[in-house]
């Protein structure tokens, strides 16, 4: 339980999902560097290399293992030279002294360019691929010409164990570079998705706000002109056709007037959410303008209508507020001809109400009419 907190913990602290690829990518490269050289180091010493040889190995572990538990700032800015040094250094010095081209050492410095290019961007990255490639080319020619100066392995057992000791430790590390490039993309996908759910989120919460009235929360003028379009379009049912209520309350510039406009916002609202619950799902009621709403009524034959605005003017005569009032609301029934547009039906309902209004207030008027 304690070694696997304790993993837990240096995992998170060098792999963690709060850090980036290439801070996690440099992290293995250190982490690498510094168990590579010291199993280099002991191979050295089972093969019977010159001590001396590890000398440049123990710099490098100690290197590594320094950089890694340094302050993480000056970590940062540590890490890039080391990576140089690894590469035109560490590596070279390596490959002189393991057996040149017939060594192990190309497979790390594959395992080197392949951090390189990770961790570099742009046309330092570019610089420094090109450097590695003249350098060993030049290691190549020079072991061609004089190949005294490179050590070459005793027997075939050293060769063997080796070859055995690189691909490994090239193979683990390539694999959790690559692991830990793999989780990286998954977590930017991951991310990437939740971003882009979060933005048709917000996209739909302001298309929602676009379309509602800031103060009552239902709908707003443009939202009711574009439904009534829609409506209109479709309203070919002569038996159930599309019903308009324009309704106006009675002497609100009064209530305003008397309680000033944060009451009378109060009364809108109440009122709003009163009408709401007198009609069917799918009606739409928006505020038009003050205190001024309409409702659409689709597919709703006029009786049917009729008895929806009386429910609602009976509801509106019952509320009740802080303040001593009455509040009633005037009511224009128009039905909308299949020939109407927009401006005319409402034209037709707003007349209606004029009527309501013109006959004494509190009241329901139809454009047609009705066998109740």
Known sequence: MVLRQLYT???????????????????????????????????????????WHNMMQLFTAFACGYTLFYPKAPREKLTRPLLLFFTFVFLPYCFVFSAGIDGTVLLFVIL?????ATIFRG????????????????LFVSQYYFPQLFESYTNNSDR??????????????????????????????????????????????????????????????????????????????????????MMDLDFFKVVNDTYGHGF?????????????????????LARYGGEEFVVLLPVCKPRHA??????????????????????????????????DTPSIALERADHQLYLSKNNGRNQVSCSVVLNL
Request: hydrophobic share 45%; net charge neutral; charged share 20%.
């Open 9 to 51: 913990k240096i995992h998170g602290h060098f792999f963690g999902d709060h850090l980036p690829f290439e801070t996690r990518t440099t992290y293995t490269f250190l982490i690498g560097t510094f168990v590579l050289s010291i199993l280099s180091a002991a191979e050295n010493i089972v093969l019977g290399i010159s001590p």
């Open 112 to 116: 080197g360019m392949y951090i390189d």
């Open 123 to 138: 046309k330092t990255r570019v610089v420094i691929l090109v450097l590695i490639v003249l350098l060993f080319s030049s």
């Open 160 to 245: 063997l164990a080796d070859y055995i000791f690189s691909f490994a430790a090239t193979s683990v590390a390539l694999f959790w570079m690559t692991r830990s490039f793999t989780y990286a993309y998954e977590l930017e996908r991951r991310n990437s998705g939740k971003l882009l759910k979060a933005l048709e989120e917000n996209n739909q919460k302001l298309e929602e706000l676009s379309i509602r009235d800031p103060l009552t929360g239902i709908f707003n003028r443009r939202h009711l002109m574009d439904s009534l379009t829609l409506a209109l379009e479709s309203n070919h049912d002569n038996d159930y056709p599309l019903c308009i209520l």
């Open 264 to 284: 009378g916002n109060e009364v809108l609202i109440a009122f709003a959410g009163t009408s709401a619950k007198c009609l069917r799902e799918y009606d739409v």
């Open 306 to 339: 009729y008895y929806i605005a009386q429910r609602i003017r009976k509801q509106t005569e019952g509320l009740v507020f802080r303040n001593p009032i009455n509040i009633t609301v005037s009511i224009g029934l128009a039905i909308a001809q299949q020939s």
